[in-house]
């Protein structure tokens, strides 16, 4: 029968000295990574060098051993280590469980005990047992069946010692390795040893006498004198120094031989975990075979374009990609679309109606487009795989068509699955998840007398990333399956898609003669302000030149300043805030920033965004923003149009709907991230304050001032609000000190008192915290996930910052969730009525229709049933209606009478 192999490895060992021997390496975002990708190729070498049947990794836990209680000084020597290395702990945390390595930690224990104590345990005929370590202590339980490898060249090499090996470096048995230690010292661990002796001498005497006990029996004997007397002077010091250096194989470790047997996941997985840290020679590594060589068909007849549009009519899926203009990010030039990984087709289209035949690009201006049988593709319920659905239902409808049949989506899938990433290109994400490098075209502006590349060029390249996309989805929807994220990739962000699409179609109406008015009139303010503040300066400056500014405010007027940068004093609005008091020119120039933001950033950027032929803004609501799964709007940003000063009012008065005959309507959850809070809380005050339609912030006030709640004030309301809203983002009493304006002291007393109330609250914080750290990511009621690698960043500010997101991202990533579930719903339910309503914007937990007047009653009562019913939560979901000519002139729906 075939020997078992049971390989250990020292964890930590191998990570500091992959650390040490390789350069800083760092991902895009700036997270080192050079000890975890070390120590990863090192595992896969041991994997594949060694095929072992079980597989276990020993770690060191944070606490004091039981070393340290004998001996405080046990390595006492060693420094700290640098922060770029300890972040990187959570990573390689992730990545074993990700290998599904079983991880082995016992407080008051080094990992080294931890492998002797296993080695000795499991060691037979029937099982070898390989020690990986960079650690010479491991060598003392070298036997027969138990051989240890010491890594050299940082973590590269391994030297294998059994027990003929060692005696012939050492000279005698390895069980004396801890004599030995005892007698010469060991500097690394700050053991002293006996002070006089050293290597050639400790080797001798335990090659002679063994054991320092028996050394100790046979002192008068021992040669050379020197180390006889050093020996009588402090005989403790080798007691003390063999007891340190022995391994304590008595560790309490609940872990059996089959709890150890490993096999290694699937190619899949490994490519997505080491894309994710941008482990690119990892990632190809563990690619498929993958045919990189794609036969591409450049279309430029008729009748050659009919006969391949032909062959997709019974195809199982198409894989197609456009090619857009780079003057319209919406107009396709060209389309690719593939059936067989190996072979893809590029079809040109005509250049835009703004381009001249002088300026078209090579091969594409003789092109006829578009024709017939692409809008016919485009529209057949064929299931279609695509990179950017929704950019692709603007090229189709540009082309005078429609888009049907899609049925997968590489970038909401690459998204689900790495949500911080900040784009999801389809080369990278093949590159990370296929090891496959596609070819890529030039970016930026061709240089003067550079040519654009040619349909050829271009046919190649979308070609070969069409025929990708086929291998690519496959494996992507395996991994969402793998996290049990395929539902809410297929039944809510694919799904929302085409509804996303009709809104930015539809647009936003607004009323450009109204901005025009208002942005003659915020000019003329601004004006008045600027002459106002020059008067008060005693000088004409630029208000917008922070150099400028400094000068007249720190250097002429004299007021306090902070600490100089290296562009001077800093002129911030939190800096400006705090001089607002010693002067009226800080006033001044407070308001004089925030009227040119609204002329500039909203009421000019507004009437730029309006479309000519429509009076419209058409922005884009993007899915893959924000890493909580929120929408976020672009091109114009319509998610955050002031509304708490009169000049932000005027502007949303000008989002109107049709005069005369439409209504706008605005549907609003009422507290949705209280409500989640509530329900993953289970705190029973806060579900029986929801339950009963109290008032949760005057709730909440009455206990922490410990007043009635009809002696509530409208001050202690609003702090309570703010406290209320604060936990569940995971603030802390300095900033809620700083929010409220009142002591850190009492900061922590409210929220003391807000976990008093609300105890569910507070344990829900800290299980989430602890989760986190063992899980590397926090997800949301529909499973959504975020990763979180800084939760063990060494830097306080930074890991807290991952604590609060942890504790933040499953209650606002499920209202997130939850709205997409709602205007799912409410989309289905306008169809299905045959209302002539439509959805037109959606800001955070609101959602904006223009609605002919006849229907109004009939939509505010489908939409409030819609999206009180989108989830079923422990508490009562609430939609407030409001409807208007505008958006700032809004009245409160009822129901009207039976």
Same mark, same amino acid.
């Given at each position: 029968?075939?020997?078992?192999?049971?390989?250990?490895?020292?964890?930590?060992?191998?990570?500091?000295?992959?650390?040490?021997?390789?350069?800083?390496?760092?991902?895009?975002?700036?997270?080192?990574?050079?000890?975890?990708?070390?120590?990863?190729?090192?595992?896969?070498?041991?994997?594949?060098?060694?095929?072992?049947?079980?597989?276990?990794?020993?770690?060191?836990?944070?606490?004091?051993?039981?070393?340290?209680?004998?001996?405080?000084?046990?390595?006492?020597?060693?420094?700290?280590?640098?922060?770029?290395?300890?972040?990187?702990?959570?990573?390689?945390?992730?990545?074993?469980?990700?290998?599904?390595?079983?991880?082995?930690?016992?407080?008051?224990?080094?990992?080294?005990?931890?492998?002797?104590?296993?080695?000795?345990?499991?060691?037979?005929?029937?099982?070898?047992?390989?020690?990986?370590?960079?650690?010479?202590?491991?060598?003392?339980?070298?036997?027969?069946?138990?051989? /240890?490898?010491?890594?050299?060249?940082?973590?590269?090499? %391994?030297?294998?010692?059994?027990?003929?090996?060692?005696?012939?470096?050492?000279?005698?048995?390895?069980?004396?390795?801890?004599?030995?230690?005892?007698?010469?010292?060991?500097?690394?661990?700050?053991?002293?040893?006996?002070?006089?002796?050293?290597?050639?001498?400790?080797?001798?005497?335990?090659?002679?006498?063994?054991?320092?006990?028996?050394?100790?029996?046979?002192?008068?004997?021992?040669?050379?004198?020197?180390?006889?007397?050093?020996?009588?002077?402090?005989?403790?010091?080798?007691? +003390?120094?063999?007891?340190?250096?022995?391994?304590?194989?008595?560790?309490?470790?609940?872990?059996?031989?089959?709890?150890?047997?490993?096999?290694?996941?699937?190619?899949?997985?490994?490519?997505?975990?080491?894309?994710?840290?941008?482990?690119?020679?990892?990632?190809?590594?563990?690619?498929?075979?993958?045919?990189?060589?794609?036969?591409?068909?450049? +279309?430029?007849?008729?009748?050659?374009?009919?006969?391949?549009?032909?062959?997709?009519a019974g195809a199982e899926v198409v894989a197609f990609l456009f090619d857009y203009s780079p003057e319209d990010s919406h107009r396709a030039r060209g389309i690719a679309f593939a059936a067989d990984p190996q072979r893809a087709c590029y079809l040109p289209l005509s250049a835009s109606s703004e381009e001249t035949a002088q300026t078209a690009l090579p091969g594409f201006s003789d092109c006829v487009a578009p024709p017939a049988s692409l809008q016919e593709f485009l529209a057949s319920e064929t299931p279609k795989l695509t990179h950017d659905a929704k950019s692709a239902h603007w090229a189709a409808s540009l082309l005078g068509g429609s888009l049907n049949g899609v049925v997968g989506e590489v970038m909401l899938a690459s998204y689900l699955?790495?949500?911080?990433?900040?784009?999801?290109?389809?080369?990278?994400?093949?590159?990370?998840?296929?090891?496959?490098?596609?070819?890529?075209?030039?970016?930026?502006?061709?240089?003067?007398?550079?040519?654009?590349?040619?349909a050829q060029q271009r046919a190649e390249v979308f070609g070969a990333a069409a025929a990708a996309l086929l291998k690519l989805h496959p494996v992507l929807e395996a991994l969402l399956d793998e996290r049990q994220q395929l539902a809410l990739y297929r039944e809510v962000e694919l799904a929302l898609v085409p509804v996303l699409w009709e809104m930015e179609r539809v647009g936003v109406l607004v009323d450009t003669e109204r901005l025009t008015q208002l942005a003659a009139s915020l000019g003329a303010d601004i004006s008045k302000l600027e002459g106002h503040i020059h008067g008060l300066a005693g000088e004409a400056f630029n208000i917008g030149s922070t150099q400028q500014l400094q000068t007249i405010l720190f250097e002429k007027l004299g007021?306090?300043?902070?600490?100089?940068?290296?562009?001077?004093?800093?002129?911030?609005?939190?800096?400006?805030?705090?001089?607002?008091?010693?002067?009226?020119?800080?006033?001044?120039?407070?308001?004089?920033?925030?009227?040119?933001?609204?002329?500039?950033?909203?009421?000019?950027? +507004?009437?730029?965004?309006?479309?000519?032929?429509?009076?419209?803004?058409?922005?884009?609501?993007?899915?893959?923003?924000?890493?909580?799964?929120?929408?976020?709007?672009?091109?114009?940003?319509?998610?955050?149009?002031?509304?708490?000063?009169?000049?932000?009012?005027?502007?949303?008065?000008?989002?109107?709907?049709?005069?005369?005959?439409?209504?706008?309507?605005?549907?609003?959850?009422?507290?949705?991230?209280?409500?989640?809070?509530?329900?993953?809380?289970?705190?029973?005050?806060?579900?029986?304050?929801?339950?009963?339609?109290?008032?949760?912030?005057?709730?909440?006030?009455?206990?922490?001032?410990?007043?009635?709640?009809?002696?509530? /004030?409208?001050?202690?309301?609003?702090?309570?609000?703010?406290?209320?809203?604060?936990?569940?983002?995971?603030?802390?009493?300095?900033?809620?000190?700083?929010?409220?304006?009142?002591?850190?002291?009492?900061?922590?007393?409210?929220? %003391?008192?807000?976990?008093?109330?609300?105890?569910?609250?507070?344990?829900?914080?800290?299980?989430?915290?602890?989760?986190?750290?063992?899980?590397?990511?926090?997800?949301?009621?529909?499973?959504?996930?975020?990763?979180?690698?800084?939760?063990?960043?060494?830097?306080?500010?930074?890991?807290?910052?991952?604590?609060?997101?942890?504790?933040?991202?499953?209650?606002?990533?499920?209202?997130?969730?939850?709205?997409?579930?709602?205007?799912?719903?409410?989309?289905?339910?306008?169809?299905?009525?045959?209302?002539?309503?439509?959805?037109?914007?959606?800001?955070?937990?609101?959602?904006?229709?223009?609605?002919?007047?006849?229907?109004?009653?009939?939509?505010?009562?489908?939409?409030?049933?819609?999206?009180?019913?989108?989830?079923?939560?422990?508490?009562?979901?609430?939609?407030?209606?409001?409807?208007?000519?505008?958006?700032?002139?809004?009245?409160?729906?009822?129901?009207?009478?039976?």
């Amino acid at each position: 029968m075939k020997q078992q192999r049971l390989v250990l490895v020292d964890g930590h060992s191998i990570i500091f000295r992959a650390f040490h021997a390789l350069p800083l390496l760092t991902t895009r975002a700036g997270q080192p990574t050079n000890a975890a990708y070390g120590f990863t190729r090192m595992l896969l070498k041991v994997l594949r060098d060694l095929e072992p049947d079980y597989l276990a990794i020993a770690l060191d836990t944070a606490t004091p051993t039981f070393r340290h209680e004998q001996f405080a000084d046990y390595k006492a020597n060693r420094v700290r280590a640098p922060d770029e290395l300890l972040s990187q702990f959570p990573l390689v945390d992730d990545i074993l469980n990700a290998l599904n390595i079983r991880q082995l930690r016992v407080e008051g224990f080094e990992a080294d005990d931890i492998l002797g104590a296993l080695a000795k345990r499991f060691a037979s005929d029937e099982v070898e047992v390989l020690l990986v370590s960079g650690d010479l202590d491991v060598l003392q339980v070298v036997e027969k069946n138990i051989h /240890t490898l010491i890594t050299l060249r940082g973590a590269s090499e %391994l030297k294998r010692y059994d027990p003929e090996a060692f005696h012939d470096r050492f000279g005698f048995a390895p069980e004396l390795l801890p004599d030995y230690k005892g007698l010469r010292g060991d500097t690394s661990d700050n053991i002293p040893g006996v002070r006089g002796i050293g290597d050639k001498t400790a080797a001798a005497l335990v090659a002679k006498y063994g054991t320092v006990e028996n050394l100790l029996v046979h002192l008068d004997d021992v040669q050379p004198k020197r180390a006889r007397e050093a020996l009588q002077a402090d005989p403790d010091a080798a007691r +003390l120094g063999k007891w340190l250096a022995t391994l304590n194989l008595e560790v309490p470790l609940d872990v059996s031989l089959e709890d150890c047997r490993y096999q290694l996941p699937a190619a899949t997985t490994l490519r997505e975990l080491f894309g994710r840290y941008e482990f690119t020679s990892l990632v190809k590594e563990f690619a498929e075979e993958v045919e990189s060589t794609v036969e591409v068909a450049l +279309l430029t007849e008729a009748g050659a374009t009919a006969a391949a549009f032909a062959e997709l009519a019974g195809a199982e899926v198409v894989a197609f990609l456009f090619d857009y203009s780079p003057e319209d990010s919406h107009r396709a030039r060209g389309i690719a679309f593939a059936a067989d990984p190996q072979r893809a087709c590029y079809l040109p289209l005509s250049a835009s109606s703004e381009e001249t035949a002088q300026t078209a690009l090579p091969g594409f201006s003789d092109c006829v487009a578009p024709p017939a049988s692409l809008q016919e593709f485009l529209a057949s319920e064929t299931p279609k795989l695509t990179h950017d659905a929704k950019s692709a239902h603007w090229a189709a409808s540009l082309l005078g068509g429609s888009l049907n049949g899609v049925v997968g989506e590489v970038m909401l899938a690459s998204y689900l699955l790495t949500p911080d990433r900040q784009n999801h290109p389809v080369s990278e994400v093949a590159r990370d998840h296929l090891g496959l490098e596609l070819p890529v075209l030039p970016t930026g502006k061709p240089k003067k007398g550079e040519p654009d590349p040619s349909a050829q060029q271009r046919a190649e390249v979308f070609g070969a990333a069409a025929a990708a996309l086929l291998k690519l989805h496959p494996v992507l929807e395996a991994l969402l399956d793998e996290r049990q994220q395929l539902a809410l990739y297929r039944e809510v962000e694919l799904a929302l898609v085409p509804v996303l699409w009709e809104m930015e179609r539809v647009g936003v109406l607004v009323d450009t003669e109204r901005l025009t008015q208002l942005a003659a009139s915020l000019g003329a303010d601004i004006s008045k302000l600027e002459g106002h503040i020059h008067g008060l300066a005693g000088e004409a400056f630029n208000i917008g030149s922070t150099q400028q500014l400094q000068t007249i405010l720190f250097e002429k007027l004299g007021l306090a300043h902070g600490k100089r940068t290296k562009t001077g004093y800093s002129t911030s609005a939190d800096v400006l805030d705090k001089l607002a008091e010693e002067h009226e020119i800080v006033r001044k120039i407070l308001e004089y920033r925030e009227l040119t933001k609204l002329k500039s950033t909203y009421v000019d950027g +507004l009437l730029t965004a309006a479309s000519p032929e429509t009076g419209r803004i058409h922005t884009s609501f993007n899915q893959t923003g924000t890493a909580t799964g929120r929408l976020s709007s672009s091109e114009p940003n319509l998610q955050n149009i002031p509304i708490r000063t009169e000049a932000g009012r005027e502007i949303r008065a000008a989002f109107v709907a049709p005069a005369g005959t439409h209504v706008l309507v605005c549907a609003d959850y009422s507290q949705i991230e209280l409500r989640v809070l509530a329900h993953i809380t289970r705190d029973p005050r806060l579900v029986a304050a929801f339950a009963n339609d109290q008032d949760i912030h005057t709730d909440t006030a009455a206990q922490l001032f410990a007043v009635t709640p009809e002696e509530v /004030t409208s001050e202690m309301r609003r702090r309570a609000k703010v406290v209320n809203f604060g936990i569940a983002y995971g603030m802390s009493p300095r900033g809620l000190a700083r929010d409220l304006a009142i002591s850190q002291e009492e900061a922590t007393q409210y929220i %003391l008192n807000y976990f008093a109330t609300y105890p569910g609250v507070q344990d829900y914080m800290r299980d989430t915290v602890e989760r986190a750290r063992r899980d590397g990511y926090v997800t949301t009621l529909l499973n959504r996930r975020r990763y979180l690698p800084d939760l063990g960043n060494p830097n306080p500010r930074v890991r807290e910052f991952a604590e609060r997101t942890a504790i933040n991202t499953p209650i606002q990533g499920t209202a997130a969730d939850l709205m997409k579930v709602a205007m799912l719903h409410v989309g289905s339910a306008l169809r299905r009525e045959g209302l002539r309503a439509r959805t037109t914007l959606q800001v955070h937990d609101e959602l904006m229709f223009e609605c002919p007047k006849p229907e109004l009653d009939a939509l505010a009562a489908l939409v409030v049933e819609s999206m009180t019913n989108a989830m079923a939560l422990e508490v009562p979901l609430r939609v407030e209606v409001e409807y208007g000519p505008n958006w700032k002139e809004l009245a409160d729906w009822v129901v009207p009478a039976a």
